[in-house]
T-cell receptor, first 116, second 114 residues
Framework: DSGVTQTPKHLITATGQRVTLRCSPR?????VYWYQQSLDQGLQFLIH???????AKGNILERFSAQQFPDLHSELNLSSLELGDSALYFC???????????????FGPGTRLLVL | AQSVSQHNHHVILSEAASLELGCNYS??????LFWYVQYPGQHLQLLLK??????LVKGIKGFEAEFIKSKFSFNLRKPSVQWSDTAEYFC????????????FGTGTQLKVEL
């Protein structure tokens, strides 16, 4: 158990819908990262938040957005869902993540999203 | 663009066989290197990491990896695999100036047969 929690574990929804995935980082970690794992794209970085502020964006679609709250938990919002958004969404956390090296990211159990 | 290559997509070994999984990256600057393992139906777990210092790093469950800077490689090894090592293995790189994002390889699916 990494100490990173994600809810829900599984989510089944229809095309065009909107869902929210939740992540709680390890105690004391200020950074939260979101990754998408799909069969065709592999593991891809989506977005990074540090202490409530967006720090970096990766291959995140405009239909997707995220935020990190004052208690440091984070939510990933996926809207206008398409079949191709079906994937495993992982959250990871690290202590600082202000841009320097020498940090380890610890991953949560993931949310498996199925869009029908 | 930075990329991470894992050349072996599927590996099948018998128990007690030795394992070596290749990982190469394309970035020439300072990097941090990681190997993560994903057991069936589970999340990514850190096996080992290299930040600096001794290029031979030891991780959990008897795994080790060697960083060879001149070859841009960070290969994972285990002298004797067990059935319980059946999993998918991912190499990941975090580079200086690249923010904190991890760039992952495509993964190697390892199956260990009894």
């Amino acid at each position: 158990d990494s100490g990173v929690t994600q809810t829900p574990k599984h989510l089944i929804t229809a095309t065009g819908q909107r869902v929210t995935l939740r992540c709680s980082p390890r105690s004391g970690d200020l950074s939260v990262y979101w990754y998408q794992q799909s069969l065709d794209q592999g593991l891809q970085f989506l977005i990074h938040y540090y202490n409530g502020e967006e720090r970096a964006k990766g291959n995140i679609l405009e239909r997707f957005s995220a935020q990190q709250f004052p208690d440091l938990h984070s939510e990933l919002n996926l809207s206008s869902l398409e079949l191709g958004d079906s994937a495993l969404y992982f959250c990871a956390s690290s202590v600082r993540g202000r841009g320097g090296l020498g940090e380890t990211q610890y991953f949560g159990p993931g949310t498996r999203l199925l869009v029908l | 663009a930075q990329s991470v290559s894992q050349h072996n997509h599927h590996v099948i070994l018998s128990e007690a066989a030795s394992l070596e999984l290749g990982c190469n990256y394309s970035y020439g600057g300072t990097v941090n290197l990681f190997w993560y393992v994903q057991y069936p139906g589970q999340h990514l777990q850190l096996l080992l990491k290299y930040f600096s210092g001794d290029p031979l790093v030891k991780g959990i469950k008897g795994f080790e990896a060697e960083f060879i800077k001149s070859k841009f490689s960070f290969n994972l090894r285990k002298p004797s695999v067990q059935w319980s090592d059946t999993a998918e293995y991912f190499c990941a790189v975090n580079r200086a100036g690249g923010g904190n994002k991890l760039t992952f390889g495509t993964g190697t699916q390892l199956k260990v047969e009894l």
